[in-house]
């Protein structure tokens, strides 16, 4: 059947950029290993981001966080909060001296009239106005003070004052009310009267709560719901929005020079005449900033504009400066990926775009695609792999250290894959009862053919049937011993180090199942390690390097196994620990004769047990090539001096032609 593909032009709703759980696990496999923890594993990779394998980028966080920053210093770029009253105060400017020219025209009219009395009165007055005038205070606080005990000349003048000053109170009422609501404009006192009741109303709920009885949040919401456009579904949902809504409106003040605030305080002491409006808003406010102190009460912004910023753009930019300080608290503190699904992405998308947004979104996703896919779980509250979590690691590591080989290392082909048990010869033999049902049909339909001729249908017979002839696998026992002591990752040779140990373990378990392989970590002390503590196995922090223990773990494992035994090391060291003989661990660096010997003599134990000790050399330095040269005299095992970019293609390579040698062997044996 013909596949059919429909294209169309793509309108924002297709899904095509991805991270699925193989990316994910590819990304994190390296750092799994270095750190032995998937949650420290994923926590970095939300901090860096990613590509996957189409080339898409999933922002991290570290570049979020930066936006963020970037974003601040455009909004605080956008002017000077000395320049919240600074309409109203041109205005206040603009009228004093439309009044100075009243009291000029008032002068003239009455010097032209003729009557000198009357000359002399508005000269005078004239003077005293003018005088008055003069000596407004520069603030705009103490401008209006005065300026309410002075006698207008001109009603015009008169008008627009009072004018202004409701403007400049209905400003400061709204600056006290946004803290309140994100719903009310362009206030009547219908509305004033209603904010305080919601207030009131408010403060009962929090009372209430605290006796222990039933807030009745629902009966608020039906009364004052409209004050609310976002909708709060819980009264700590509702609180946490008034908290940041005064934090808002208290770091504007904070941000504000000492001068400012005071200017500020008076306007609204004489300007405010509500006492009970301000006395609620005083009472919740002081148990708001109790609920939530993180909420950034003492924050303040510093603004480098040079254009005077309006009340309303100040009230603005401060909203907006605390909705970055929100995301940049949740970005900072996020502990999994989890938390990150708290973001609003409609505000993200705002403040930082649509490729933040959509990162964010999908980095929220993380530990539930390697849940789903079956490669992780929450394990008493720690996210650990999963067998098939543990397999998936293993074969990355595998593919990564194969990766990296010249062709030519492995014969120019991949390792085949071995059925169970068996290993092909790519001979055949005619079936017989009791044989594995392997049919060769190349040669099987041949043989009908033979038999019957070209005739057809083609007729198959008990006969015909042909099978793969197999021999059976030589049985091998391995236990690697990796090195923990604290040099390997201050050398940068851990991660290698432990990639090598999971691709081997990953190459045996697939390749050559009937294998035994053992693990053996060693540093001050050794200790057997299982395939599923692997990837969570770290360095240890103490030195000492202690083969002789190491060497005789890996002795008891391989007496309790059968086939051909080695023992394969990995380190960067000469011995300089060992146990002695009252079960003490003793320690010395550098080396001294007496540990050196006590390995040696573990090492005299294995040859004759029959068990070949292959090293693998990270450090080249002469004091460990001079012991290793003793090792090797001893046991007949091999040495290789290798470094961490070729320590894969040494050890695999030869485990590979070590397996060859010996199927090799045996079917001489055989054939002889």
Same mark, same amino acid.
């Given at each position: 059947m013909v596949s059919r593909f429909n294209y169309s032009r793509w309108d924002g709703t297709q899904r095509g950029f991805e991270f699925d759980a193989q990316s994910i696990v590819d990304e994190i496999t390296d750092d799994l290993l270095y750190h032995g923890d998937v949650n420290a594993a994923l926590r970095r990779l939300m901090q860096e981001g990613m590509r996957n394998e189409r080339g898409d980028q999933l922002m991290g966080l570290r570049e979020m966080m930066q936006r963020l920053r970037e974003r601040r210093e455009e909004i605080k770029d956008r002017g000077d909060l000395g320049g919240v009253y600074s309409e109203i105060s041109a205005e206040l400017d603009d009228l004093v001296d439309e009044e100075r020219h009243a009291i000029d025209e008032a002068l003239m009219s009455a010097e032209q009239s003729g009557d000198q009395r009357r000359a002399e009165v508005a000269k005078e007055s004239a003077q005293e106005r003018n005088f008055r005038l003069d000596m407004l205070p520069s603030d705009l606080a103490g401008k209006i003070n005065e300026l309410e005990h002075y006698d207008f000349q001109s009603s015009e003048s008169k008008q627009r004052f009072e004018a202004l000053l409701e403007k400049l109170r209905q400003q400061i009422m709204q600056q006290m009310l946004d803290q309140m609501s994100g719903a009310v404009e362009n206030l009547t006192p219908q509305d004033i009267q209603r904010m305080k009741d919601m207030m009131a109303a408010l403060n009962e709920m929090l009372e209430s709560r605290e006796r222990g009885e039933d807030p009745k949040f629902e009966q608020f919401m039906e009364n004052f719901g409209d004050f609310f456009p976002e909708n709060p579904e819980t009264l700590d949902e509702l609180l946490e929005i008034m908290a940041q809504r005064m934090a808002n409106a208290q770091a504007m003040l904070n941000s504000m020079t000492p001068e400012q605030r005071d200017q500020m305080r008076q306007l609204s002491e004489k300007l405010l005449e509500d006492m009970d409006l301000r006395w609620q808003m005083d009472q919740l406010s002081q148990k708001l900033q109790g609920m939530f102190p993180q909420k950034g009460w003492g924050q303040s912004h510093e603004f480098t504009g040079d254009e005077p910023m309006g009340f309303s753009q100040a009230m603005q930019a401060m909203q907006e400066l605390g909705e970055l300080d929100q995301l940049d608290n949740l970005l900072r503190n996020a502990s999994s990926p989890s938390a990150l699904a708290e973001a609003d992405l409609d505000r993200v998308r705002e403040m930082l775009g649509e490729d933040a947004a959509k990162s964010l979104e999908q980095m929220a996703q993380l530990t539930k695609k390697l849940k789903d896919s079956g490669l992780i779980d929450q394990v008493e509250g720690k996210l650990e792999l999963t067998p098939s979590g543990l397999r998936k690691i293993g074969a990355n590591a595998l #593919?990564?250290?194969?990766?990296?080989?010249?062709?030519?290392?492995? /014969?120019?082909?991949?390792?085949?894959?071995?059925? +169970?048990?068996?290993?092909?010869?790519?001979?055949?033999? &005619? $079936?017989?009862?009791?044989?594995?049902?392997?049919?060769?049909?190349?040669?099987?339909?041949?043989?009908?053919?033979?038999?019957?001729?070209?005739?057809? &249908?083609?007729?198959?017979?008990?006969?015909?049937?042909?099978?793969?002839?197999t021999e059976h696998l030589t049985r091998s026992s391995t236990v690697l011993m990796l090195d923990l002591s604290l040099s390997m990752p201050m050398r940068d040779y851990f991660l290698p180090?432990?990639?090598?140990? %999971?691709?081997?373990?990953?190459? %045996?378990?697939?390749? =050559?199942?009937?294998?035994?392989?053992?693990? +053996?970590? !060693?540093?001050?002390?050794? #200790?057997?390690?299982? &395939?599923?503590?692997?990837?969570?196995?770290?360095?240890?922090?103490? $030195?000492?390097?202690? %083969?002789?223990?190491? =060497?005789?773990?890996? #002795?008891?494992?391989?007496? *309790?196994?059968? /086939?051909?035994?080695?023992?394969?090391?990995?380190?960067?060291?000469? &011995?300089?620990?060992?146990?002695?003989?009252?079960?003490? +661990? !003793? !320690?010395?660096?550098?080396?001294? *004769?007496?540990?050196?010997?006590?390995?040696?003599?573990?090492? %005299?134990?294995?040859?004759?047990? /029959?068990?070949?000790?292959?090293? !693998?050399?990270?450090?080249?330095?002469?004091?460990?090539q001079a012991f290793i040269e003793q090792l090797t005299a001893i046991n007949h095992g091999r040495a290789f001096f290798t470094s961490p970019e070729n320590l894969g293609e040494y050890l695999l390579v030869d485990f590979i032609e070590h397996k060859r040698q010996l199927s090799r062997r045996r079917g001489s044996r055989r054939a002889s």
């Open positions: #593919r990564d250290v194969f990766g990296s080989l010249e062709k030519d290392r492995l /014969g120019q082909h991949q390792v085949e894959r071995l059925g +169970v048990g068996h290993e092909r010869t790519y001979d055949t033999k &005619p $079936y017989e009862y009791g044989d594995p049902f392997q049919l060769d049909l190349q040669r099987t339909l041949r043989n009908a053919l033979q038999r019957q001729g070209s005739t057809v &249908p083609l007729k198959l017979s008990a006969d015909d049937f042909e099978i793969e002839q180090a432990k990639k090598v140990a %999971m691709a081997l373990h990953s190459l %045996m378990s697939t390749q =050559f199942p009937r294998d035994y392989l053992g693990i +053996v970590g !060693f540093s001050e002390v050794a #200790r057997e390690l299982t &395939p599923q503590q692997l990837p969570e196995v770290s360095w240890d922090f103490v $030195y000492g390097t202690n %083969m002789q223990h190491g =060497f005789m773990l890996a #002795r008891k494992m391989l007496s *309790r196994q059968s /086939g051909t035994k080695q023992i394969i090391m990995i380190t960067d060291g000469e &011995p300089t620990a060992h146990i002695s003989k009252s079960g003490d +661990v !003793f !320690f010395n660096y550098p080396p001294v *004769r007496e540990t050196v010997e006590a390995t040696l003599s573990e090492v %005299m134990r294995a040859t004759r047990e /029959g068990i070949r000790i292959n090293t !693998f050399m990270l450090d080249a330095s002469h004091a460990l």
